[in-house]
């Protein structure tokens, strides 16, 4: 099994920084980060391939957010830049072991997921 364990949130002004972290106990096809705000649906944020470092990004997060890793740690970075207050939501990380496709808009093809991590950016 793999573990995630996601940890980086906390409280911001718009227009502040954040950098999430997520390390994966094994080895992972592909890594994604996932959100989801009170009253609203699960969100893909942005996802990365392991070993290619192919990435890609949900529109509402295109240039201010970048998903990246460092493999010899097998952890997860997403650096949040210019939050806004509808970034604000519980954040996860998840991940797949098997190879195929890793969409942002099906959460089920990853395997493993962490338990979360609150951001909340405030006006």
């Known amino acids: 099994q793999v573990q995630l364990v996601e940890s980086g949130g906390g409280s911001v002004q718009a227009g502040g920084s954040l950098r999430l972290s997520c390390t994966a106990s094994g080895y992972t096809y592909c890594m994604g980060w996932f959100r989801q705000a009170p009253g609203k649906e699960r969100e893909g944020v942005a996802r990365i391939y392991t070993r290619s470092g192919n990435t890609i990004y949900a529109d509402s997060v295109k240039g201010r957010f970048t998903i990246s890793q460092d493999n010899a740690k097998n952890t997860l970075y997403l650096q949040m830049n210019s939050l806004k207050p509808e970034d604000t939501a519980m954040y996860y990380c998840?991940?797949?072991?098997?190879?195929?496709?890793?969409?942002?808009?099906?959460?089920?093809?990853?395997?493993?997921w962490g338990q979360g991590t609150q951001v909340t950016v405030s006006s």
């Open positions: 998840a991940a797949s072991r098997s190879g195929g496709v890793c969409r942002l808009s099906r959460g089920d093809d990853y395997n493993y």
